[in-house]
């Protein structure tokens, strides 16, 4: 009797679906954070059901597999869990060759994303910062050149430190689900330790007036770039899934929650490698541009200034990722957040106790259905124009029927 109502639900349940499944293939997006987590694990395991933004691609931004790039999110998630949180920065800096990555996350995708980042970083402050082709880099050194021929200064020495950290982060939370209402990143100059070498109060107050013009002028746009654009979209991916993950590790025990006790370093181990990289190999190119003058002016070069006056200048850039420290701020009301260029998903997981490869079990189960609303905080998925079902509590003996029946089925029955 048993079987037979499993297999009514079953086949109600991918009449339907077909459809979505049309809806899905139709919408297509250029890149997908986690945006919400709920968790049911009253029966033992852990059924995830997860709501996916996917952004609409613009002009020139490739269209992703929306199944793939899930797959993939998760994999952000499922490291954010298995590692402190003490691990996620890089750092391209000229003088430590030594400490660019954390060992953890060096043969990893969402390592590789956050050493990209750090590198675009750094070619974005260089191309904001050019007065042959920005007009805040005109500005900027129009100002800075005023300021140093009044203080009677001949050369700029400036050391600039970039760094992309966590900002402001909104959150609804219930008793079982955490839901991001807003993330943002913003870009930080932070010190480079070249003020400690300066024994001239002349330079010393020109380096203070060329932070506050950094301040001013260059910050605001990075920080519209690391936010908006499309260059930037997996490092923002990545975020909002540590985010989850911090989230998912306070709320839950390790000793009592079974997924928490299942993610280990295997987890780290089975990541996989969209694009093949080298830290070593992305180190090199920083260098190479670096001493080149791509993200600084030449050590050596003279450049005039609009009182017709030669200054030296040296200009150099380092900095980093850091998402150790994401602090959150939670709401006691919700909204809906969606605008015209996003797409939702919702994904639905079931996490039996007991794997010993959770990573590899998740993407395998991975099936998403179009629709979806934060305001949605029912435990449940019902597929569009089905009746109201009560939720199937699972137990374990139910479950081992479950891993002997047809893997379609079972992923459709995850969704009740």
Known sequence: MKRFIYIIISCLLFSSL???????????????????????????????????????????????DTRKATQKTLEYFFIGLAINEDRFWVDLNPYQADRVIDQSLENTDLG???????????????????????????????????????????????????????????????????????????????????????????????????????????????????????????????????????WYKGKFSYSTDPLLRAVNSNVINEAELNYSYSTEEIYQDYLKSFKGGEYSFSENDSF??????????????????????????????????????????????????GLDHPLQYAKSQVELTSGGSFKDRSPTLLVKNLPAISPVRFTEANMQHLNSIDRTERILLSKL
Request: aromatic fraction near 8%; include cysteine.
């Open 18 to 64: 077909a459809i979505t499944h049309i809806a899905i293939a139709q919408e297509d997006v250029s890149s997908v954070k986690i945006n919400s987590i709920q968790v049911d694990a009253s029966s033992g395991f852990n059924h995830l059901k997860l709501l996916i933004k996917g952004r609409k691609p613009g002009y020139f931004e490739a269209v992703l």
């Open 112 to 246: 590789r994303i956050m050493l990209n980042a750090d590198l675009r970083l750094k070619e974005d402050v260089t191309t904001l910062i050019n007065p042959q082709v920005s007009k805040t880099g005109k500005e900027f050194w129009r100002r800075l050149f005023e300021k140093a021929q009044e203080l009677g200064v001949t050369e700029i020495p400036v050391m600039t430190r970039v760094c992309i950290v966590p900002a402001e982060t909104i959150a609804y939370e219930t008793e079982n689900q955490f839901s991001i209402i807003k993330s943002s990143l913003r870009v930080i100059l932070k010190d480079s330790g070249y003020r400690d070498k300066i024994k001239d109060d002349r330079l010393l107050e020109l380096d203070d007036f060329s932070y506050n013009l950094m301040q001013e002028l260059i910050l605001p746009e990075l920080d519209k770039r690391v936010n908006e654009a499309y260059t930037y979209a997996d490092l923002r991916e990545v975020y909002n899934a540590l985010i989850l993950a911090q």
């Open 304 to 353: 005039a200034n609009p009182f017709n006056a030669t200054v030296s200048v040296r200009h150099y850039f380092s900095g980093g990722v850091d998402f150790r420290r994401i602090g959150v701020v939670k709401k006691s009301s919700i909204s809906e957040g969606v605008d015209k260029d996003s797409v939702l998903f919702v994904c639905d997981l079931l996490m039996p106790k």
